[in-house]
């Protein structure tokens, strides 16, 4: 399904450029993920600085969501669902950072 004009067509350089962003996007918050759900002391530690507290279990729990959030988000059928849940993550990493400035 497409949104362009009737008649126009999209290149194949534009999806092609599309899907590789998303890809790494995709990647990226799948490594952010990873890396929480090993709770290393530099993320327990930004967290203790955040006001969240140096807790592993936070720690991991955060991982656990957003290497959920980066699967569902990979799956065709469940891509919408993935990205509701990461506005929602999304939303919490905005308060935080209001809340430190």
Request: proline share 5%; glycine share 10%.
């Amino acid at each position: 399904m497409s949104t362009n004009a009737p008649g126009e067509r999209v290149s194949i350089q534009a999806i092609l450029l599309g899907r590789l962003l998303g890809a790494l996007l995709i990647l990226f918050m799948l490594f952010d993920g990873a890396n929480r759900l090993v709770p290393w002391p530099a993320v327990t530690e930004a967290m203790d600085r955040f006001g969240y507290g140096s807790s592993d279990t936070l720690a991991r729990a955060l991982g656990v969501i957003s290497v959920t959030c980066g699967a569902l988000t990979t799956i065709p059928p469940t891509s919408i669902l993935g990205a509701i849940l990461w506005t929602g993550y999304f939303g919490d990493l905005v308060a935080t950072h209001l809340n430190i400035f």
